[in-house]
């Protein structure tokens, strides 16, 4: 966290390092890195030594699918594939929000601190045999990450290919609470309104896969998709790091016991209760709590850091005496008891406490005179020696209301009492983005409690990003994992715009590290044996109330947004079932067949529609199927078909595959159609939503989400289509005077809900980036534009900005610099305008246009 007196905004940089990984534009390229390595890892599911058939257990149905069940001292392991993590996006909001501020000073000062500012956005170009030697063994700077993917699989890649073995610190871990549709996906970023219905199933194939890997067997699959997750989790785990696992009342005697089984019941150490916002889906008496179960990787070694909240005095509690300054002690009043605002300025509550011990020492046996009376020790000795008693005597610390003497303990000896396992006051999650979002205070009070400052945070149930918002908060790094895209978009936003108050630092150099911590408030402790003795007063840290800049805020650190291995991925109770998944991959395909003839292929702009009259298999890697059909004038034509992946993304590399194959049947027919549920979004077509090869036409066509819902849908949906998707309308315009700015016209968009494309409607579109120095490699979010979310939002995150700018004010005494916001660009953040570009020849941008469903689109412009 860099402290520049010039720029009232900052974010934390951490020194630590991660592996280096590829980015999406180069993914594949890893295997040579990943040569001889295997393909699967394998993990003891217990943490103890465990017997089946003598130590208790919780039992469900395909617990041990993949072992010997009968063998009794067999060892039970999971198995699971391992597979690559791509970078997506870099996202730094420092320097987004670094171009939205405008510096009148002298133009050579300006340009140098200008440059300052986004320098270490350009990374230096790295030779390509390098960067294919360098994966997995060489080290890029720490960024958090934000990973669209399968939980267990992005966890098994982290272990796998990036060593993380015992780097996390802590684990929250969210999972769904019940099978309702509604307690599982949210179906657009900009509205949190779900119902258990046929209507509000997903339409994102990562969902629809884990839901049913999930539900498969009911509490069954659960109990497996848990232990499966917990088990990854604990080896990711470090010796002083700890998991919490929110669940409700449903399930909470069910993961207990498995946690038990994973982590083992030595470890377990508490079970939290906590108010949450309000009941789900209740009947009967409402539920109105939910609960934390939190075990340690290693009791005997876990990191734990007290947290306090104010004691309360007054009614209701013991502190009902009070000191006035003239030294006076009497009863509080009735209303002063109530309202402890009432008590006379400077008093001070005190309650009375034992002055006897529970034990027995000898040399705090002994009578003594109080008030002219004699005390005697009876069977138990005093709480100190006859010396301390003196002290405490003459300190004003003895009262004697009757036949026992009682030592006086004042409130503010220490104003603060330690937290419990139960949270009344957790009520109420703020600025709720996410249908399940948890409250901000319950995961904080978590993080604050196991971790310190630089301490890796991991989340495997993203939702609306809650976790990573508080560790970053919190100077924590964090990784956040969500299979939904509409999940990992909300988080990116919320992310990008979050503001944070600015704490101080023990390291105040030009480049500090965050791991000496933050400034903490600190609280007297007095005690009474401090009192007795005339020791120092012992102090307390708050550490949730660190030392604060009013003048600064922070914004969040650089962060990349992260994509799993595009294959279709089968569930690890799966894995060795081949012919269960031959027989599901034929009836799949078989529903394709009998929907492309049903319904065939139509756009979603023209309404042509082309129906296959017959379809044939085909025995090769990347065509599967050809079909055909008759145009109006009753010619007949033929079409090859790729079929993607059932449960995944069709990648690049798959299309071009598919390509070079189609080039060998260009004597049969002269259109290419790919089928599938999502595309990677570097795969980019033309005008007319197809690539013109001039002598054949590919065309990318989005596969009705019924195809996936089959035995999740309530009733059957009316047949399925398939829709030719298009891409963004956008236009870069030369303004001349060597600018130029991008407009966004419209978009083709597919409407999983209404099951139809709806042509070039902006207002359908969440949110839009812009790299405008693309080199084809990494996408670098250098402008961001809220378009399509609550402008309330927008003018909230202005104003926080704005406030910190205009306090800010450097004099010299030749110039003056002051740092403003440039209203001309503001306004492009909440428009289908860029900002003006430097027209450069032969300069690439890349604009990005993300919809409210999650799907994305990239379109790569070039300055001719």
């Given at each position: 966290?860099?402290?520049?007196?010039?720029r009232?905004?900052?974010?934390?940089?951490?020194?630590?390092k991660?592996?280096a990984?590829?980015d999406s534009?180069?993914?594949?390229e890893?295997?040579?890195?990943i040569s001889g390595?295997?393909e699967?890892?394998?993990y003891d599911?217990?943490?103890?030594?465990?017997q089946r058939g003598?130590?208790?257990?919780?039992?469900?149905?395909?617990?041990?699918k993949?072992?010997d069940?009968?063998?009794?001292?067999y060892?039970p392991?999971?198995?699971?594939?391992?597979?690559?993590?791509?970078?997506?996006?870099d996202?730094?909001?420092?320097a987004?929000?670094?171009?939205?501020?405008e510096?009148?000073?002298?133009?050579s000062?300006?340009?140098k601190?200008?440059?300052?500012?986004?320098?270490?956005?350009?990374?230096?170009?790295?030779?390509?045999?390098?960067?294919?030697?360098?994966?997995?063994?060489?080290?890029?700077n720490?960024?958090?990450?934000?990973?669209?993917?399968?939980?267990?699989?992005?966890?098994?890649?982290?272990l796998?290919?990036e060593?993380?073995?015992?780097?996390?610190?802590?684990i929250?871990f969210d999972?769904?609470?019940g099978i309702?549709?509604?307690?599982?996906?949210?179906?657009?970023?900009?509205s949190?309104e779900v119902?258990?219905?046929d209507?509000?199933?997903s339409g994102e194939?990562?969902?629809?896969k884990?839901?049913?890997?999930?539900?498969?067997?009911g509490?069954?699959?659960?109990?497996?998709?848990?232990?499966?997750?917990?088990?990854i989790?604990?080896?990711?785990?470090?010796e002083?790091?700890?998991v919490?696992?929110?669940?409700s009342?449903?399930?909470?005697?069910?993961?207990?016991?498995?946690?038990?089984?994973?982590?083992?019941?030595?470890?377990?150490?508490?079970?939290i209760?906590f108010?949450?916002?309000?009941?789900?889906?209740?009947?009967?008496?409402?539920?109105?709590?939910d609960?934390?179960?939190?075990?340690?990787?290693?009791?005997?070694?876990?990191k734990?850091r007290?947290?306090f909240?104010?004691?309360?005095?007054g009614q209701?509690?013991?502190?009902?005496?009070?000191?006035?300054?003239?030294?006076?002690?009497?009863?509080m009043t009735?209303?002063?008891?109530?309202?402890?605002?009432?008590?006379?300025?400077?008093?001070?509550?005190?309650?009375?406490?034992?002055?006897?011990s529970?034990?027995y020492?000898?040399?705090?046996?002994?009578?003594?005179?109080?008030?002219?009376?004699?005390?005697?020790?009876?069977?138990?000795?005093?709480?100190t020696?006859?010396n301390g008693?003196?002290?405490l005597?003459?300190?004003?610390r003895?009262?004697?209301?009757?036949?026992?003497?009682?030592?006086v303990?004042f409130?503010d000896?220490?104003?603060?009492?330690?937290?419990?396992n139960l949270?009344?006051?957790?009520?109420?999650?703020?600025?709720?983005?996410?249908?399940?979002q948890?409250?901000?205070?319950?995961?904080q009070?978590?993080?604050?409690?196991?971790?310190?400052p630089?301490?890796?945070?991991?989340d495997?149930?993203?939702?609306?990003?809650?976790?990573?918002?508080?560790?970053?908060q919190w100077?924590?790094?964090?990784?956040t994992?969500?299979?939904?895209?509409?999940?990992?978009?909300?988080?990116?936003?919320?992310?990008?715009?979050?503001?944070?108050?600015?704490?101080?630092?023990?390291?105040?150099?030009?480049?500090?590290?965050?791991?000496?911590?933050?400034?903490?408030?600190?609280?007297?402790?007095?005690?009474?044996?401090?009192?007795?003795?005339?020791?120092?007063?012992d102090?307390?840290t708050?550490y949730?109330?660190?030392?604060?800049?009013?003048?600064?805020?922070?914004?969040?650190g650089?962060?990349?947004?992260?994509?799993?291995?595009?294959?279709?991925?089968?569930?690890?109770?799966?894995?060795?079932?081949?012919?269960?998944?031959?027989d599901?991959?034929?009836?799949?395909?078989e529903?394709?067949?009998?929907?492309?003839k049903?319904?065939g292929?139509?756009?979603?702009?023209k309404?042509?529609?082309?129906v296959?009259h017959?379809?044939?298999?085909?025995d090769?890697?990347?065509?599967?199927?050809?079909?055909?059909?008759?145009?109006?004038?009753?010619?007949?034509?033929?079409v090859?078909?790729?079929?993607?992946?059932?449960?995944g993304?069709?990648s690049?590399?798959a299309v071009?595959?598919?390509?070079?194959?189609?080039?060998?049947?260009?004597?049969?027919?002269?259109?290419?159609?790919?089928?599938?549920?999502?595309?990677e979004?570097?795969?980019?077509?033309?005008e007319?939503?197809?690539y013109?090869?001039?002598t054949?036409?590919?065309?990318?066509v989005?596969m009705s989400?019924?195809?996936?819902?089959?035995?999740?849908?309530?009733?059957?949906?009316?047949?399925g289509?398939?829709?030719?998707?298009?891409?963004?309308d956008?236009?870069?315009?030369?303004d001349?005077?060597?600018?130029?700015?991008?407009?966004?016209?419209?978009?083709?968009?597919?409407?999983?809900i209404?099951d139809?494309?709806?042509?070039?409607n902006?207002?359908?579109?969440?949110y839009?980036?812009?790299d405008?120095?693309?080199?084809?490699?990494?996408?670098?979010?250098?402008?961001i534009?809220?378009?399509?979310?609550d402008?309330?939002?927008?003018?909230?995150?202005?104003?926080?900005?704005d406030?910190?700018?205009?306090?800010?004010?450097?004099?010299?005494?030749?110039?003056?610099?002051?740092?403003?916001?440039?209203?001309e660009?503001?306004?492009?953040l909440?428009?289908?305008?860029?900002e003006?570009?430097?027209?450069e020849?032969?300069?690439?941008?890349?604009?990005?246009v993300?919809?409210q469903?999650?799907?994305?689109s990239?379109?790569v412009?070039?300055m001719?």
């Amino acid at each position: 966290m860099t402290y520049d007196k010039n720029r009232p905004v900052s974010s934390i940089k951490h020194n630590d390092k991660r592996a280096a990984i590829p980015d999406s534009a180069h993914q594949g390229e890893e295997q040579m890195a990943i040569s001889g390595m295997p393909e699967q890892s394998e993990y003891d599911i217990f943490r103890h030594e465990f017997q089946r058939g003598r130590d208790p257990e919780l039992y469900w149905l395909n617990k041990y699918k993949n072992d010997d069940e009968d063998n009794t001292d067999y060892m039970p392991q999971l198995r699971t594939d391992i597979r690559s993590l791509y970078k997506h996006e870099d996202i730094r909001p420092e320097a987004i929000i670094d171009s939205l501020y405008e510096l009148h000073e002298h133009k050579s000062e300006s340009a140098k601190l200008q440059l300052d500012l986004f320098g270490d956005f350009e990374e230096e170009q790295e030779d390509e045999l390098e960067r294919l030697a360098g994966y997995y063994k060489h080290c890029d700077n720490w960024q958090n990450r934000l990973i669209q993917g399968d939980s267990l699989l992005v966890m098994n890649s982290l272990l796998n290919r990036e060593g993380m073995k015992g780097q996390v610190q802590c684990i929250y871990f969210d999972p769904p609470y019940g099978i309702k549709y509604a307690s599982n996906w949210q179906m657009k970023l900009n509205s949190r309104e779900v119902k258990d219905n046929d209507n509000n199933i997903s339409g994102e194939p990562e969902m629809i896969k884990a839901f049913r890997d999930t539900w498969e067997l009911g509490i069954h699959s659960y109990l497996s998709y848990l232990r499966d997750r917990l088990v990854i989790a604990r080896e990711l785990l470090s010796e002083s790091g700890s998991v919490f696992v929110q669940i409700s009342d449903q399930n909470v005697h069910l993961v207990r016991s498995l946690l038990d089984e994973v982590f083992g019941s030595d470890n377990f150490f508490s079970l939290i209760t906590f108010k949450k916002t309000s009941p789900l889906g209740s009947a009967g008496l409402p539920g109105v709590v939910d609960y934390l179960i939190w075990y340690a990787k290693d009791i005997e070694c876990m990191k734990y850091r007290p947290l306090f909240v104010n004691k309360p005095i007054g009614q209701g509690t013991m502190y009902k005496n009070v000191e006035l300054p003239d030294g006076t002690r009497r009863s509080m009043t009735k209303e002063e008891a109530q309202d402890t605002n009432l008590l006379p300025k400077g008093a001070r509550a005190y309650r009375l406490d034992k002055l006897s011990s529970t034990g027995y020492t000898d040399s705090c046996m002994y009578d003594f005179e109080f008030e002219g009376k004699t005390y005697k020790c009876g069977k138990k000795s005093w709480r100190t020696n006859y010396n301390g008693m003196q002290r405490l005597i003459e300190k004003r610390r003895v009262e004697a209301p009757s036949t026992v003497p009682c030592y006086v303990l004042f409130a503010d000896d220490f104003p603060m009492q330690d937290i419990n396992n139960l949270w009344a006051d957790t009520a109420g999650a703020s600025n709720i983005n996410y249908v399940v979002q948890t409250s901000e205070k319950v995961i904080q009070r978590c993080l604050l409690m196991c971790s310190d400052p630089g301490d890796l945070i991991l989340d495997p149930t993203c939702g609306g990003g809650t976790t990573a918002y508080v560790a970053e908060q919190w100077g924590r790094r964090w990784i956040t994992i969500d299979t939904s895209r509409i999940a990992l978009n909300i988080a990116k936003k919320r992310l990008t715009t979050a503001l944070f108050p600015y704490y101080k630092t023990h390291d105040d150099s030009e480049n500090p590290n965050i791991r000496r911590g933050f400034i903490y408030k600190k609280v007297p402790h007095i005690t009474l044996k401090a009192l007795a003795n005339d020791l120092p007063f012992d102090e307390e840290t708050l550490y949730d109330q660190p030392e604060e800049d009013k003048k600064r805020i922070r914004v969040s650190g650089p962060f990349t947004v992260e994509t799993l291995q595009s294959l279709d991925v089968s569930s690890p109770e799966s894995l060795n079932d081949k012919q269960n998944n031959y027989d599901e991959y034929a009836a799949f395909t078989e529903r394709i067949f009998n929907n492309l003839k049903a319904n065939g292929i139509r756009n979603g702009v023209k309404q042509q529609q082309a129906v296959m009259h017959s379809m044939e298999h085909l025995d090769e890697p990347y065509l599967n199927a050809k079909g055909y059909y008759k145009m109006e004038d009753g010619t007949e034509h033929c079409v090859f078909f790729m079929i993607g992946p059932k449960f995944g993304t069709v990648s690049k590399h798959a299309v071009n595959e598919a390509v070079r194959a189609f080039r060998q049947h260009l004597n049969e027919s002269n259109w290419l159609v790919i089928l599938g549920f999502s595309f990677e979004d570097s795969i980019e077509s033309g005008e007319n939503k197809d690539y013109n090869f001039g002598t054949f036409q590919v065309s990318k066509v989005r596969m009705s989400d019924d195809l996936l819902q089959d035995g999740l849908l309530k009733k059957d949906k009316k047949a399925g289509s398939f829709i030719i998707i298009g891409e963004p309308d956008i236009s870069l315009v030369n303004d001349g005077n060597g600018k130029c700015h991008v407009e966004i016209n419209g978009m083709d968009m597919y409407d999983p809900i209404q099951d139809e494309v709806k042509a070039r409607n902006v207002n359908d579109i969440a949110y839009w980036e812009m790299d405008d120095n693309y080199t084809g490699g990494l996408f670098k979010v250098r402008s961001i534009h809220f378009c399509g979310g609550d402008k309330k939002d927008f003018a909230a995150w202005r104003k926080g900005l704005d406030t910190v700018a205009k306090d800010l004010a450097k004099k010299k005494a030749e110039h003056t610099l002051r740092l403003e916001f440039n209203d001309e660009i503001w306004d492009t953040l909440y428009d289908f305008k860029s900002e003006p570009i430097p027209y450069e020849k032969d300069k690439k941008i890349a604009v990005r246009v993300v919809s409210q469903f999650g799907e994305e689109s990239t379109k790569v412009l070039e300055m001719k």
